[in-house]
T-cell receptor
Framework: AQTVTQSQPEMSVQEAETVTLSCTYDTSENNYYLFWYKQPPSRQMILVIRQEAYKQQNATENRFSVNFQKAAKSFSLKISDSQLGDTAMYFCAFMNPSGAGSYQLTFGKGTKLSVIP | EAGVTQSPTHLIKTRGQQATLRCSPISGHTSVYWYQQALGLGLQFLLWYDEGEERNRGNFPPRFSGRQFPNYSSELNVNALELEDSALYLC?????????????FGQGTRLTVV
């Protein structure tokens, strides 16, 4: 079974600064997908960024980028130019598109990020 | 375009009762997923429905069940409620099962068991 670990329960960052959230995972699969989701106080989970394991290039979406280290099974999220609206819980998630658990997301326990004005 | 909608927003039940939670996926989406977000436990996968069939279920007892209707909406039923079932229940939908398709989440149903 896959596991996802987020070792930072809470983090804070000054507005306009950069912050990195850590995520490690454990799997024996070679083909999989990794995600970062954001959950603001409104409770709705929003996809921030997605990485396909077979792609070596790190995914980037505007101010959000990842550092994907497949051999180390590490998938960190970097938020640049932090904004007050980035305050939320951030969840790292794993999906294996084959096998018994196909297409379900396995989530880490989350990192609560607070952006300080 | 309407997003994933869940009802009710909040639900309070007493121990031993049954709860029914509902989810309407985005139009055109055939896959529906249910997750439980309990305090301190993160999100746990509950059930996956696609084209009206249950495709997979997580490590939950049989009193957690559900179904998907012909219009792809879905129901989650929790029988014989226990205090530990208190959680936020999130529904997600995707156009089809696949890692390259984004799962869109609803805002959840907060179930409180007293």
């Amino acid at each position: 079974a896959q596991t996802v670990t987020q070792s930072q329960p809470e983090m804070s960052v000054q507005e306009a600064e950069t912050v990195t959230l850590s995520c490690t995972y454990d799997t024996s699969e070679n083909n999989y997908y990794l995600f970062w989701y954001k959950q603001p106080p409104s409770r709705q989970m929003i996809l921030v960024i997605r990485q396909e394991a077979y792609k070596q290039q790190n995914a980037t979406e505007n101010r959000f980028s990842v550092n994907f280290q497949k051999a180390a099974k590490s998938f960190s999220l970097k938020i640049s130019d932090s904004q007050l609206g980035d305050t939320a819980m951030y969840f790292c998630a794993f999906m294996n598109p084959s096998g018994a658990g196909s297409y379900q997301l396995t989530f880490g326990k989350g990192t609560k990020l607070s952006v300080i004005p | 375009e309407a997003g994933v909608t869940q009802s009710p927003t909040h639900l309070i039940k007493t121990r031993g009762q049954q709860a029914t939670l509902r989810c309407s996926p985005i139009s055109g989406h055939t896959s529906v997923y249910w997750y439980q977000q309990a305090l301190g436990l993160g999100l746990q996968f509950l059930l996956w429905y696609d084209e009206g069939e249950e495709r997979n279920r997580g490590n939950f007892p049989p009193r957690f069940s559900g179904r998907q209707f012909p219009n792809y909406s879905s129901e989650l039923n929790v029988n014989a409620l226990e205090l530990e079932d208190s959680a936020l229940y999130l529904c997600a939908s995707s156009p089809m099962a696949g890692g390259n398709t984004e799962a869109f989440f609803g805002q959840g149903t907060r179930l409180t068991v007293v």
